[in-house]
Every structure is written in C-alpha cells, then in structure tokens.
C-alpha cells in the first residue's frame, strides 16, 4: 500500500468522538474528544488541508480513532482557515493556541501535539512556542516547516502559503519569522515522518528542519506518499505510541 488518495481516506470507518468540546466562541473553534484512561497522554490532533477552508477535520477521524484504539486519548481540533472569517494570520496561529489551552483542561498530565501536512507546521510551531511542561513533543507528518520556501512554489497548496500569512516573505518577513518552525527554536523534542515518495510537501522540508534542529529527528517512510501518512491501516498510529511512550519513558 502506497500513495493512497485522499478520497479513500473519507471513505474508512471510524469510532465517533466521545464527545465535542468548543474553545472558543467561534462556531470553528472546537475539538472531538476520545476519551482514554484519566492517565493516558493526550494527542492534540491537528488536521492539514493547506490551510484551507475546503478541508475540514472530518479527514483525521480514521486516524484520530486509530490512535484511541492505541490507548492513547485524543482531542482532534477544528480551527479557522483560508476563507473563514478571522482565518489567516494571525487568527488560524491565535485558534491552535486556544485549543491547546483547553487541552490543559482536560486533565491530561502529558500531551503531545500531532500535525498533518499544513496541520504538521501548526503542530511544530505550537511547539516552538509553549514553554508548557506538559506538552512533550511534536509529532509532524509530512510537515510543512519551512514556510518561506514553501511559499515560493507554484501548486495550489504552496500558493496558500501567502495567504495564510498575508504575502510573501519578502513583503511580511517579520511574519514568517514567527510562524515558521524552521526559523523558530525548537523547544521540545520533535519527530518528523516523511514519505520518499510525497508529491504535495517535499521531503527536503522535513530534512532541513531535522538538519537545523538538534533536537528533531526524521523517519523516512521509503516507497510512501502524502497521504499514506494519515492512513490509519499503516504503521502511523504504532510509530506515534511508540515516539510518545518513548518521551515519557525519558
């Protein structure tokens, strides 16, 4: 199995969440919760879809679900986007600190955040971010981690870049310096999956964040495509229980 299309992905079963929580007061500031033993660690689960509107959390639902039925507790986050009001900077950046916030609530003593794709550079910029002792680490899959070389490159995905941000680096350098993980510090420890074979996010972003950052490490899936990566019949949910065991084993 391998390059599976995104289409396949909306079609798998899922265990529904046990419950959806609002952070906010926007009716797109809100999270699933699968709940798990009161001390299992957290997943603060973020979605991809290049940022766009068009893309909504229904995708991870297979994933989010696999990871549950790793033991793992999961709050899979719906967040304003391209298109939506207040989407965009800095208010997608502002929605993905909020979420986070009420994970604290939740009562997990660990959390680690996992992004996909465009969810992947909220997840390692999140972490950039957070001095939170319960956050662990990141988990980016198929990260987007450099935005200002993502920005510069003509598919549709990558031409959302400015979007997001409001130009290019050139015009909102200051803003590029905030929200791309590969100019931040990164502060908690990182794990970056990423297929050999990705057509949407290159795998040269996942390895010049790893070169960068001492404390990030890069599993190269050899033969995988972009969407492999959230495809909860492969290896993705084992390889996150093992990098978050692995965490709280430190």
């Not at 952070?23 to 603060?44: K, N, S």
């Not at 793992?72 to 600190?97: C, K, N, Q």
């Not at 002792?133 to 510069?152: N, V, W």
Request: glycine content about 10%; charged content about 20%.
């Amino acid at each position: 199995m391998a390059d599976v299309p995104f289409t396949d992905l909306t079609k798998l079963p899922y265990e529904p969440a046990d419950v959806t929580y609002s952070y906010g007061d926007d009716r797109l500031q809100f999270g699933e919760y699968w709940q798990a033993e009161a001390d299992a660690p957290l997943v603060l689960l973020i979605h991809g879809g290049c940022w766009l509107n068009a893309y909504d959390l229904a995708h991870a639902r297979p994933l989010a679900s696999a990871l549950a039925k790793q033991g793992l507790a999961v709050f899979s986050i719906e967040y304003r986007r391209i298109g939506d009001p207040g989407g965009g900077w800095p208010g997608t950046f502002e929605d993905i600190t909020a979420a986070f916030a009420f994970a604290l609530t939740l009562k997990h003593q660990d959390i680690v955040t996992v992004g996909h794709s465009a969810g992947g550079h909220l997840a390692l910029w999140l972490a950039a971010n957070s001095e939170q002792p319960a956050l662990k680490g990141a988990i980016g899959l198929a990260a987007i981690s450099d935005l200002a070389t993502y920005a510069r490159g003509s598919s549709g995905c990558e031409k959302a870049t400015a979007e997001l941000m409001g130009g290019m680096p050139e015009v909102v350098p200051d803003r590029y310096k905030q929200g791309s993980p590969l100019q931040m510090p990164a502060s908690k420890p990182t794990l970056l999956i990423h297929g050999d074979m990705d057509q949407i996010v290159s795998l040269t972003q996942s390895k010049h964040f790893a070169k960068r950052h001492s404390t990030s490490h890069l599993l190269e899936q050899t033969g995988k495509g972009h969407f492999d990566l959230i495809d909860p019949r492969q290896v993705t949910p084992k390889l996150i229980k093992q990098q978050v065991n692995s965490w709280l084993a430190q």
